[in-house]
């Protein structure tokens, strides 16, 4: 398992893993303790807090928010909401960006999260191929195991916010709880999906964040 902390250097990594960077060090410790109490949320990237590109987001300057995503990052941490990003990132793999430059993306999207008042916990993302066949890569579950085993957490019930059909499949493996955007690629998606049966659809992460915070999460 390859672990990316801020500020810190890549580690060792096999074809098989997850990536996961993490803003404070305490923050794993207490989920172990209190996983019975925690309120999670898992974000798909692209398409989902950023604008998507079919050329890939290669630089901090390419990477640009969706209006209304990062108030709703933020409305869902003051209202205790822990956030995790889940992102396949095979741009890596196809040597269009390094490590260092998705890292430097990252800590572009984690500070104008907190500078709206929110925060991202964890960043697991896949930097493979599709061709290399990598169990974390969606619609694969290995991400979602790996965030799993990091939070100490069963996510059964836990919203899953994409944009794609993978996103979908990979979150009902694991028996979380697929929700779709219309942002990003979520119209193609609506319209070329088969996948989407009983999974609510949302304009975009602020709609899907309104609906929850009053109660009114249904489908759309």
Not at 10 to 29: M, Y
Not at 160 to 176: H, K, N, P, Y
Request: aromatic content about 6%.
């Amino acid at each position: 398992m390859t672990h990316e902390g801020l500020g810190e250097g890549a580690h060792s990594s096999n074809r098989w893993s997850a990536f996961l960077a993490l803003r404070r060090t305490g923050a794993l410790r207490a989920a172990h303790h209190g996983r019975r109490k925690m309120r999670l949320i898992i974000l798909d990237r692209d398409g989902v807090i950023n604008y998507d590109s079919d050329e890939f987001i290669k630089s901090p300057e390419e990477w640009i928010p969706i209006p209304g995503s990062l108030e709703a990052i933020a409305r869902l941490h003051r209202t205790g909401y822990r956030i995790v990003v889940a992102t396949n990132q095979s741009g890596v793999g196809r040597g269009l960006l390094s490590m260092d430059m998705l890292a430097r993306i990252h800590a572009r999207m984690l500070d104008a999260v907190r500078k709206k008042g929110g925060d991202i916990e964890g960043i697991f993302f896949c930097p493979h191929r599709p061709e290399e066949g990598c169990e974390c890569r969606k619609p694969r579950p290995g991400m979602f195991y790996e965030i799993a085993d990091r939070l100490k957490m069963n996510l059964s019930g836990v919203y899953a916010v994409g944009d794609s059909e993978r996103d979908i499949v990979s979150a009902r493996r694991v028996l979380a709880s697929p929700v779709l955007v219309r942002s990003g690629k979520g119209k193609q998606t609506l319209k070329a999906s088969t996948e989407l049966s009983g999974v609510p659809v949302f304009e975009d992460l602020a709609a899907f964040t309104a609906a929850l915070l009053s109660n009114q999460l249904e489908m759309h």
